[in-house]
Nanobody
Framework: VQLQACGGGLVQPGGSLRLSCAAS????????MGWYRQAPGKQRELIAT????????NYADSMKGRFTISRDNDKNTVFLQMNSLKPEDTAVYYC??????????WGQGTQVTVSS
């Protein structure tokens, strides 16, 4: 499974960005995709995940409210809408794919920088 993320960049505080991540390869119909981030000097942390079957979402408590995860199953693509961005949201954002048969895969990461 290959994951290609895009949509990162430089944004001013209070701004918005939408990340997308397309999965390709041996994709099973029942899977979970998600977004994580890693700031400099910190551990990678969960933002949210979303299942393919019922679209069930799971958010880290600290990410609820400003981040929204969604997906397009036909395109095997997961999205992350980020609003009201803050400088502390600056990080490398990684997408993730996992299913019971193939295991877990990570995208290459996309940099998000929130700065004026």
């Amino acid at each position: 499974v290959q994951l290609q993320a895009c949509g990162g960049g430089l944004v001013q505080p209070g701004g918005s960005l939408r990340l997308s991540c397309a999965a390709s390869g041996r994709i099973f119909s029942i899977n979970v995709m998600g977004w994580y981030r890693q700031a400099p000097g910190k551990q990678r942390e969960l933002i949210a995940t979303i299942s393919s079957s019922a679209g069930n979402t799971n958010y880290a408590d600290s990410m609820k409210g400003r981040f929204t995860i969604s997906r397009d199953n036909d395109k095997n693509t997961v999205f992350l809408q980020m609003n009201s961005l803050k400088p502390e949201d600056t990080a490398v954002y990684y997408c993730n794919y996992q299913d019971r048969l193939s295991g877990k895969y990570w995208g290459q990461g996309t940099q998000v920088t929130v700065s004026s």
